[in-house]
């Protein structure tokens, strides 16, 4: 079954700085992935969708990668700014043939003013 | 707009009291989802359904019920056979899974 990690736990940073969350996943057959924006104490909002065909997926400020073959996913954020501060996950099918998402635990993102 | 609605935002259980949580969504999805999420432990998947009279126990179904009646609704019930209910509850849904995942503002429930 699929298991998903996410590094670093925590990340605080100077506002105006580029950076990258990573995802790493245990199935290779995985066929899409997903990033979600966790606001504290509020439901997850999709960031970004990425199918296996399309390696790279980007929206505004935000790109995301994903290589099968590695087990790596990455999310990165340009010119970060104090409003990006949440907890981004990833998250991929379960596989095995179980239904729904297996999700990371998050990265703990602070944008410092 | 079309969404997910979760409701109540906030719940209070006592002790051997069962609860419901309801979930509703307009996006004409066949499935739908429910996530329970503790502090550093993540998300965790309680009960799906895939259709209409139909679901299927995830990962941490025990002390959990759902029925799925509607397309539109799939109500989650915390029973008393839950010893450690408190924690946030999420729903989702999802047309196909090949087109992601839609998620509600979720429902923290707290035993007093």
């Known amino acids: 079954k699929q298991e998903v990690t996410q590094i670093p736990a925590a990340l605080s940073v100077p506002e105006g700085e580029n950076l990258v969350l990573n995802c790493s996943f245990t199935?290779?057959?995985?066929?899409?992935l997903q990033w979600f924006r966790q606001d504290p104490g509020k439901g997850l909002t999709s960031l970004l969708l990425?199918?296996?065909?399309?390696r790279e997926q980007t929206s505004g400020r935000l790109n995301a990668s994903l290589d099968k073959s590695s087990g790596r996913s990455t999310l990165y954020i340009a010119a970060s700014q104090p409003g990006d501060s949440a907890t981004y996950l990833c998250?991929?099918?379960?596989?095995?043939?179980?239904?729904?998402?297996?999700f990371g635990k998050g990265t703990h993102l602070i944008i410092q003013p | 707009d079309g969404g997910i609605t979760q409701s109540p935002k906030y719940l209070f259980r006592k002790e051997g009291q069962n609860v419901t949580l309801s979930c509703e969504q307009n996006?004409?999805?066949?499935?739908m989802y429910w996530y329970r999420q503790d502090p550093g432990q993540g998300l965790r998947l309680i009960y799906y359904?895939?259709?209409?009279?139909?679901?299927q126990k995830g990962d941490i179904a025990e002390g959990y019920s759902v029925s799925r009646e509607k397309k539109e609704s799939f109500p989650l019930t915390v029973t008393s056979a839950q010893k450690n209910p408190t924690a946030f509850y999420l729903c989702?849904?999802?047309?196909?899974?090949?087109?992601?995942?839609?998620f509600g503002s979720g429902t923290r429930l707290t035993v007093v």
């Open positions: 996006l004409n999805h066949d499935a």
């Open positions: 989702a849904s999802s047309y196909r899974e090949f087109y992601g995942y839609t």
């Open positions: 990425i199918q296996s065909s399309q």
């Open positions: 199935d290779s057959a995985i066929y899409n």
């Open positions: 998250a991929g099918p379960s596989g095995g043939g179980a239904d729904g998402l297996t």
């Open positions: 359904s895939q259709i209409v009279n139909d679901f």
